[in-house]
């Protein structure tokens, strides 16, 4: 297989998934402000909507969109711990995933808009900081988001949690929340995961 990513990108929630399950793989990087590899090829023929990440399976076929990509390969390899097989457990982590991807991705996606005037972005980032507020909420007594096992909401939680630093958004006085990105990054799947970003180019 291959994963299109770009580093620090919601194309690392699946890279981390993809450590996580021990699969094998190819890290391919896409310039996205370019949507061009490094050799100048274009990445619109991968993906014609050219955003990151892109999953090539060995058949050739192309996946798109980060929850589901995590979701095919969890499941593809029978990792349950990631994503449980039936009942309402699975349905749990699919909720934070849908979560994550409508309320906490896209509410950043204008933060980093350079044409974006300065009061509106503060009106969007006091938005997500009560979206987080409510996150932070949730976490008390658990481990991660549905409870002990590490699953793929939380390796997408961390990754687009990390952007709060590009955004100028505080959340360091979430206790709880910041005690989940902790134990999220001594995992020695996400710490391969970001080295091997900053290494691809």
């Keep these: 297989m291959k994963l299109y990513f770009s580093a620090g990108a919601c194309s ?3 890279h981390i ?3 996580e399950i021990n699969a094998n ?3 391919i990087a896409v310039d996205t402000s370019k949507h061009r590899f490094a050799n100048d090829q274009d990445f619109y023929a991968v993906n014609a909507k050219g955003q990151v990440p892109v999953l090539e399976l060995d058949s050739g076929e192309h996946l ?3 929850p589901i990509i995590s979701q095919y390969l969890a499941d593809r390899a029978n990792a349950t711990s990631l994503l449980p097989a039936s009942g309402i457990a699975r349905y749990r982590v699919l909720e934070w995933a849908n979560y994550i991807t409508s309320e906490l991705h896209k509410s950043y996606t204008p933060l980093f808009n350079p044409a974006l005037d ?6 969007l ?9 409510w996150v932070d909420a949730q976490l008390p007594g658990k481990q991660h988001l549905t409870g002990d096992a590490f699953t793929i909401a939380d390796a997408y939680l961390f990754v687009v949690t990390n952007w709060r630093r590009f955004v100028d958004l505080d959340l360091s006085d979430l206790a709880h929340l910041n005690a989940f990105l902790n134990r999220v990054a001594s995992r020695p799947a996400v710490d391969a995961a970001v080295r091997a970003e900053k290494q691809v180019h």
């Design 25 to 27: 793989f190819e890290l």
């Design 64 to 66: 798109t969109e980060g």
């Design 17 to 19: 998934v993809l450590r």
């Design 12 to 14: 690392q929630a699946p």
């Design 125 to 133: 980032r006091q938005g997500l900081r009560k979206k987080y507020e």
């Design 118 to 123: 300065a009061a509106a972005k503060t009106v």
